[in-house]
């Protein structure tokens, strides 16, 4: 693991990191914010994943997380949200390729070879990190925006003995019926739709298996995605299931940073309550 | 003027604007932040100015400010830190021209036609923000980022009857006796020292004039660049005057918006005192 960047933040650390993914075949970059009580032993820690065109660095520079997590204690991973390089395939939409991993391992070419964000995210990234910082991997949260929220709702339902709490901030709620998830399910899995989608379709999670913890979810009524995002969809999974979910429509915020940093003091305190319960 | 962008931000509107400036000759776009509190009436006013290379958006994305200025009722205004435009003149450096107007009127060519940017913070701007927003110009701050914080010092102190309180992250505190400020200032006003270059020093105006209201002042003890900044003349010209001041070397901290932000709390809360006391 390299080393490319380390600012004193908030009293703590927030470095930037760069190292070798089996998962991906390639160099991945992240960012991690390490509270100063990371320096007496493990502290709890919260995943970020970010939305559609960003890197490691957008989350960690304007979603003003750090403030919040230094003030409860937890560090924060910034993953990046695909593989880069010049031999990783891309495509010319913002949608498709790098920037836009969707959080899975794609099957189908030409993104085989290096879309395994899914095994990044859950095998990869976190065997190194908690190898190499005081990280409790006891004590997980994980968050997201948009793109990142479809990956966090996914990945905690998916395995909620890793995680003790999930929430997102404008989810991509249900791509199996949006052009924010249709194409890109088709490109990277293929055309079989009921056998290879439904595990990347929180809607479908929700209705499956649900989260044994506590989740927090806010949109905001003028997000100018929400017809892709699908939010109403997510919700009548969750009433329906009776989950424990705290679900929120804010009036007169959209999809932006703007958004996200309003309510980040929130989200980390939400998950500052589950993880040093 | 006209309405580039607006997002909701912690209950407030966080927006975007272009108009023509009198005193550039050219089309200016700023950042300005209303809270809530701005819909009953005028609130008071935070100025940011921004450091080299920085546009408006800069700050108004990184430096979490909106987040305490929601929490105090106070608006955020982030001009741009140079004129722009096909027709305005540019250096090949990045210390020099475009993101770098260092917060003075220009007489050289060929700079003199649009970098007159004293005149842009300090008249052009005021005359339209006041107009159109619900801001109180009896209640302004100031404060800003390395050439910004000496932009916002030099401006405070010249104009002290205009803004009740003046505050600086690792501001440019010398640069008159500074590779940060010497060929700048010839560049832009000529080679006369005594007669032009001091009214924009900020440790040669404290020792003159001082300021008559608050000032707080936090620079890092690792910034990479305070060999250039030179706050040491600054503190011994503010404990010379005997100025009210609170001046912070920062341990730990370098240059970086982590900086800023991690003390923007302070730094607003401080102002905010001033402002609505």
Aim: hydrophobic share 40%.
């Amino acid at each position: 693991m390299e080393t490319l960047s380390e600012n004193a933040c908030f009293g703590g650390t927030q470095g930037v990191y760069k190292h070798a993914s089996k998962a991906t075949g390639t160099d991945m970059t992240f960012g991690l914010f390490s509270p100063v009580e990371a320096q007496d032993g493990p502290v709890p820690v919260l995943w970020f994943l970010s939305g559609l065109t960003c890197t490691h660095e957008n989350a960690m520079t304007k979603a003003g997380a750090q403030c919040w997590a230094a003030e409860h204690g937890i560090a924060l991973i910034f993953p990046d949200t695909s593989p880069r390089g010049d031999h990783v395939a891309d495509d010319d939409a913002y949608d498709l390729g790098k920037g836009a991993g969707f959080y899975l391992n794609a099957t189908q070419d030409p993104w085989a070879a290096n879309f395994q964000m899914w095994d990044y995210i859950i095998e990869d990234l976190p065997a190194l990190v908690f190898d190499h910082f005081a990280l409790d991997p006891e004590r997980q949260g994980i968050t997201g925006h948009s793109m990142g929220g479809h990956g966090a709702l996914t990945i905690a339902m998916t395995l909620p003995e890793q995680f003790r709490s999930v929430s997102a901030f404008s989810p991509i709620c249900n791509p199996t019926a949006s052009d924010w998830g249709r194409k890109q399910l088709e490109a990277y899995l293929g055309d079989e739709e009921d056998a290879d989608w439904l595990a990347h379709d929180a809607s479908h999670l929700m209705r499956q298996r649900g989260f044994d913890g506590p989740m927090l979810i806010d949109t905001g009524t003028k997000d100018q995605f929400i017809d892709l995002l699908r939010p109403e969809t997510l919700a009548h999974a969750i009433a329906s299931r009776r989950q424990q979910a705290v679900f929120r429509m804010q009036p007169g915020y959209d999809h932006s940073y703007f958004f996200v940093s309003s309510f980040m003091e929130e989200h980390v305190g939400f998950h500052a309550e589950a993880l040093w319960a």
